[in-house]
């Protein structure tokens, strides 16, 4: 038992939390405003998104992690893409977001489908990075 919390089911794991996850091995990206050819879509549908705008924009990557919105004071986890300069191409908050901390996920781990959740917070896809890493 340490700091009065019993980890022992992950015990042996690379990382406990999404948070300590994120935090080895992400990197910050540059906010910037949404390029015209990249249009706004759903609300509330940030990892369906940015799904869908890097499969019709191939010079974009699709990334995962926390973001901070201009109107809030709680990072989010979220989804979004990056161009090879890393600067975020964010298609659901278009230009609103102020901080973004994530990682370039591999092609392998994208999603391949329209779904409302991210690979950081489905348990089928964050357990196993958790327990093994990347």
Known sequence: MQDGLDHDGTAGWKHRSVYEFVAGHGRWFTPAAL????????ERQCFANATATERAH???????????AADSPVPVLHGWCTDGDGRVVDPTWSGAGVAYLGIVLPTSMRPRERHSWGVLEAPGSLVPLLRDGL
């Open 58 to 68: 191939p010079d974009l990557a699709y990334t995962e992690g926390f973001a901070l």
């Open 35 to 42: 390029p015209a050819r990249v249009g706004v879509l759903e």
